[in-house]
């Protein structure tokens, strides 16, 4: 969740309680407060980690891990500044911590629910290294109604 965020990027939403989990199951969560900074990521660290163009990511300040095979297994990704969580059965990505950033990061597709108002990008990190193919996503600031 490589993203540098600002003040007018974050979202304030009544809190709300979300699970999410693996493609197997093993890894199940669930999350409690607002959504914060939902964004795509092009970097190229994200472009490998995910085998995709973008990752898609938001943040929560509560994690609570409650499947069978508790927290995901992680791997640091940059010694001292960021680890990302996935599953060590079916490999699916479902989390990331970054030492800067005090939510942690969840990768929206492993939300049971992804389609949240709150959960839509307002920014787009690396932007210079999407994939010239791929519609860029609008940077939007958020309203006061979300």
């Not at 669930?30 to 994200?46: I, K, V």
């Not at 995910?50 to 990704?77: A, L, R």
Request: hydrophobic fraction near 35%.
């Amino acid at each position: 969740m490589n993203a540098t965020r600002t003040a007018d990027a974050e979202r304030s939403e009544p809190a709300e309680v979300r699970t999410g989990g693996c493609l197997c199951g093993r890894i199940r969560f669930s999350t409690e407060g607002p959504a914060t900074f939902p964004h795509t990521c092009a970097c190229r660290h994200c472009q490998q980690l995910g085998g995709t163009p973008v990752m898609w990511w938001v943040g929560f300040k509560t994690i609570t891990w409650i499947g069978e095979g508790g927290e995901p297994t992680w791997y640091e990704t940059f010694p001292g500044e960021a680890k990302r969580g996935f599953c060590p059965t079916c490999g699916s990505r479902v989390a990331a911590i970054d030492s800067d950033i005090p939510e942690i990061g969840i990768n929206v597709t492993a939300l049971d629910d992804t389609s949240g108002e709150d959960l839509v990008p307002i920014h787009a990190s690396f932007h210079g290294n999407a994939m010239h193919w791929l519609p860029s996503v609008a940077q939007n600031e958020p309203s006061a109604t979300g």
